[in-house]
């Protein structure tokens, strides 16, 4: 038994368990009349758990040739060949858990509307959903098979700059649409979830999104949209050809079923793909309803490189957010649990990252130089640990005799305690793209120690270039001193002019688009 048919079956029975029927569950999510496509092991499950209040319209089979009669529970079914389906306006339920996509394209070639087609598993996903939420401390959506649905795409969930731009989908998605089914395909490794991480969020989860027969397929022809927050995925890079393909894979899905696609504020290239690739991008970027780049190179080579119409220029989606509500988020209440942060406090936050640019030796040297600055200037020093960054928190830690003013903080934040720990501090200085993203977003000022092109042209924005150091360059540590006086003795004046540049970024919404869905 496949992972995908074992769901299926658990599903089943943990409704089952809460004392639902199937009659009851699908009465729960809007469905009273019903079509059901399939009459095999799923079919007769279906068939035999149905209560009197739900009224079965048609059964329908393509293995039937004629008609056929089959019994019940006592009670007699017709079952009819697909050519004779009528009432296509009413939901149709399709059993057959491994050949949905066959069946969904035979059902729409014989003129069944898109929306009406639903596989007995998202069905029962959906139910559950509803289920869930009728235990929840929170107001929550109100599941039916009429909700809009929207996917996201391009986020990795155990990654904070991209659980950031996760939550704030949701967020923004949730603002336009209350009653939204937000659906979610990981890129992690799904061995990093499990039921208690699941249920805590306000979305549904598709663990199954890269297997050969997976629920994926089941969602994505009655979806009003897809939604992709990946930070940096499409570029030449030999080791990301996965990320490229997951992209393309996404962009073919919402070609194939004239699904508006959004790209949000992300960075782009190179584009050194073979020809044939670059045909097949310029042909499936230009279909997406916007391409958002967030640095003018990203937006200018994708104008260039494939002619698009479709591109605009925007600053990171998590800037745009005025104010993230957890409630849109999260299944129940969360109460955040930050370490306490002593006065005159400043952040460290390295990337391991930086070690592909310089040596491990060079950047424990400079961090040391940092630190005894700002011991200089009475700081406390605090070393947070934002991403996979351990080893190179702990190699500063290590490579520091004096511990007593310098302490880690290596608990797993998610994004919501991030930024209230974020705004502790005077000051910041960071590695990490995302907590810079954070720090501007509460007007806290940074030093940025970065490798690429996006910090550059995100400290630019809010007027405060003098602070970024690109490690790809010949690095002066006693420049990075002097930035350190000079960002302390003016955090006044740079509180008010980041608030200043936040304020007019704000003005425009990249997920005002959402409103066209």
């Not at 009728?134 to 098979?145: D, F, G, P, T, W």
């Not at 994926?216 to 897809?226: F, K, M, P, T």
């Not at 927050?229 to 570029?235: C, E």
Request: one cysteine or more.
């Amino acid at each position: 038994m496949s992972d995908y048919v074992f769901e299926l079956y658990r599903n089943i029975a943990l409704l089952q368990s809460y004392g639902f029927s199937l009659g009851d569950a699908l009465e729960s999510i809007g469905i009273k009349n019903v079509n059901i496509f399939g009459i095999g092991e799923m079919g007769r499950i279906l068939l035999g758990n149905i209560n009197n209040k739900i009224h079965i319209c048609g059964l329908y089979d393509s293995a039937v040739k004629d008609e056929k009669k089959i019994q019940i529970n006592n009670n007699s079914y017709t079952v009819l060949p697909t050519k004779k389906i009528d009432n296509s306006n009413i939901v149709m339920i399709v059993t057959p858990v491994n050949c949905y996509k066959e069946i969904l394209d035979e059902l729409l070639q014989n003129g069944y509307e898109r929306k009406k087609i639903f596989s007995l598993n998202i069905i029962i996903k959906l139910c559950l959903e509803k289920i869930r939420q009728q235990h929840n401390e929170l107001k929550q959506i109100s599941v039916s098979i009429t909700n809009k649905q929207f996917l996201i795409t391009g986020a990795q969930f155990n990654n904070k700059g991209a659980q950031s731009m996760l939550f704030i989908t949701v967020d923004e998605i949730r603002k336009r649409y209350e009653n939204a089914i937000i659906w979610y395909y990981p890129l992690d490794n799904e061995k990093y979830y499990s039921k208690n991480i699941t249920d805590r969020y306000n979305f549904l989860f598709l663990l199954d999104g890269d297997a050969k027969v997976s629920s994926l397929s089941d969602v994505e022809a009655n979806l009003d949209g897809i939604i992709d927050i990946s930070g940096y995925a499409l570029a030449s890079f030999p080791k990301w050809q996965w990320n490229v393909d997951m992209y393309i894979k996404m962009l073919k899905i919402s070609y194939t079923y004239n699904l508006p696609m959004c790209i949000m504020p992300q960075s782009f290239g190179p584009f050194d793909f073979n020809p044939y690739l670059q045909a097949e991008l310029r042909m499936l970027l230009s279909n997406a309803k916007v391409i958002f780049a967030r640095e003018k190179e990203g937006y200018e080579l994708l104008k260039q490189k494939y002619d698009l119409k479709n591109v605009e220029l925007s600053p990171d989606l998590v800037l745009q957010n005025r104010l993230l509500n957890k409630q849109n988020v999260y299944m129940k209440n969360i109460v955040d649990e930050i370490p306490d942060i002593k006065e005159n406090a400043v952040a460290i936050i390295p990337n391991i990252n930086n070690y592909e640019f310089m040596s491990p030796e060079k950047m424990i040297n400079m961090y040391k130089h940092i630190i005894k600055k700002l011991r200089e200037k009475g700081k406390i020093v605090y070393i947070l640990l934002f991403d996979k960054d351990k080893k190179c928190c702990d190699d500063i830690v290590n490579n520091i005799q004096n511990k007593s003013d310098v302490e880690i903080i290596s608990k797993e934040l998610d994004c919501f305690e991030y930024c209230n720990i974020i705004d502790k501090f005077d000051f910041i200085i960071a590695s990490r793209y995302h907590s810079i993203i954070h720090a501007y977003r509460l007007a806290v000022p940074v030093i940025a120690i970065g490798w690429a092109e996006k910090y550059l042209e995100l400290l630019k924005m809010f007027e405060q270039s003098k602070y970024n150091f690109d490690i790809r360059d010949e690095l002066v540590i006693n420049e990075v001193l002097e930035a350190i006086d000079d960002i302390d003795n003016n955090l006044t004046q740079n509180q008010i002019l980041i608030n200043k540049k936040l304020s007019e970024i704000q003005k425009n919404n990249c997920f005002d688009i959402l409103n066209e869905l």
